[in-house]
Each structure stands twice: as structure tokens, then as C-alpha cells.
Nanobody
């Protein structure tokens, strides 16, 4: 199983970026999917998460600006980031709690490689 993230880059304050993360492999089911971020010198923090049924939650710092969504048919999670601020600068990591075909009874955490988001002031 692999998680492939894309969509990071450089944006100006007030701009927008969209991150995508696609899971591939012998997947039985994906439970929760989410995005975390880690800024230099800071701990990794949860940005947003979405359950298989679509219920989403966000950290307070991004509420009203970021939107998480998922396409279950494509095993993909998205993070639309609007009204970006310099403090959003970080490496963003996608995460999925998923069940492989061979171990369908147990969900395990998988991580994608990080994608850099830089917001200039």
C-alpha cells in the first residue's frame, strides 16, 4: 500500500493551493483519511480529517479556510486550502487508516511522503 501526495508549492498570502493524496495497493477499505502538517521546530499537528461517511473535522486554525474531501471510488483525499497565511507554511503529510485485503479485520495507519507548502507574505 502506498499513499502518493501531490499539490504542494508556493503561494502568496491570501492565495490557494489544493493537495491530493491517492492510496493504492490491495486495499479492502479505507476508514479515516487526514492531513497533518509540521512546521520547522514544531510538532506535527492534525490539520483536518474525514471519516469514510464524509464527516470532517478541522483544527481551529484552519476552520473556514480549508476544506477536506474524499473520493472513495478513487481512494483519494483532498485538501483545498484558501486564504492561505504565512503560518500555514509547513510540510503536509497525508494519513489513512485502512484495511488491506489480507488483513481486512484490522485497520493500520499509513503515511504519504510530505509535500511542502510555503506561503509568502
Amino acid at each position: 500500500v502506498q499513499l502518493q501526495a501531490s499539490g504542494g508549492g508556493l503561494a502568496q498570502t491570501g492565495g490557494s493551493l489544493r493537495l491530493s493524496c491517492a492510496a493504492s495497493g490491495r486495499i479492502f477499505r479505507i476508514d479515516n483519511m487526514g492531513w497533518y502538517r509540521q512546521a520547522p521546530g514544531k510538532q506535527r499537528e492534525l490539520v483536518a480529517a474525514i471519516a469514510s461517511g464524509g464527516k470532517a473535522n478541522y483544527t481551529d486554525a484552519v476552520k473556514g479556510r480549508f476544506t477536506i474531501s474524499r473520493d472513495n471510488a478513487k481512494n483519494t483525499v483532498y485538501l483545498q486550502m484558501n486564504s492561505l497565511k504565512p503560518e500555514d507554511t509547513a510540510v503536509y503529510h497525508c494519513n489513512a487508516g485502512l484495511r488491506q485485503l489480507s488483513t481486512w479485520y484490522q485497520a493500520y495507519d499509513y503515511w504519504g511522503h510530505g509535500t511542502q507548502v510555503t506561503v509568502s507574505s
